[in-house]
């Protein structure tokens, strides 16, 4: 079983920055992949951001040059910085890791992130 905390979430005016941080415990093997998925209400969870073990990363097309993903894994942390935010980046943020060697995903508790024009 893996646990996931999140932080850094918050209000921001637009064109403002922010860092979400989580942090995995548990079963977790060297090989595996975190991210942020974000949700408006009444929307479905999308994919923002992942990060394999390995560095490799992905990204939605919406926060492509304005959002990085990083991860330490000494720490087992994954981190997200959003520049440039936007009033529609304003979402429920969810952090989730597949933990490797077929676990199944588990997923954070999730952070507002709230962007003013």
């Known amino acids: 079983q893996v646990r996931l905390v999140e932080s850094g979430g918050g209000l921001v005016q637009a064109g403002g920055s922010l860092r979400l941080s989580c942090t995995a415990s548990?079963?977790?093997?060297?090989?595996?992949?975190m991210g942020w998925y974000r949700q408006t209400p009444g929307k479905q969870r999308d994919l923002v951001a992942g990060?394999?073990?390995?560095?490799?990363?992905n990204y939605a097309d919406s926060v492509k040059g304005r959002f990085t993903i990083a991860r330490d894994n000494a720490k087992n942390t994954v981190y997200l910085q959003m520049n440039s935010l936007k009033p529609e980046d304003t979402a429920v943020y969810y952090c989730?890791?597949?933990?490797?060697?077929?676990?199944?995903?588990?997923w954070g508790q999730g952070t507002q992130v709230t962007v003013s024009s």
């Open positions: 989730y890791i597949d933990p490797g060697n077929s676990g199944s995903r588990s």
């Open positions: 548990g079963s977790i093997f060297s090989i595996n992949t």
């Open positions: 990060i394999t073990s390995r560095f490799s990363t």
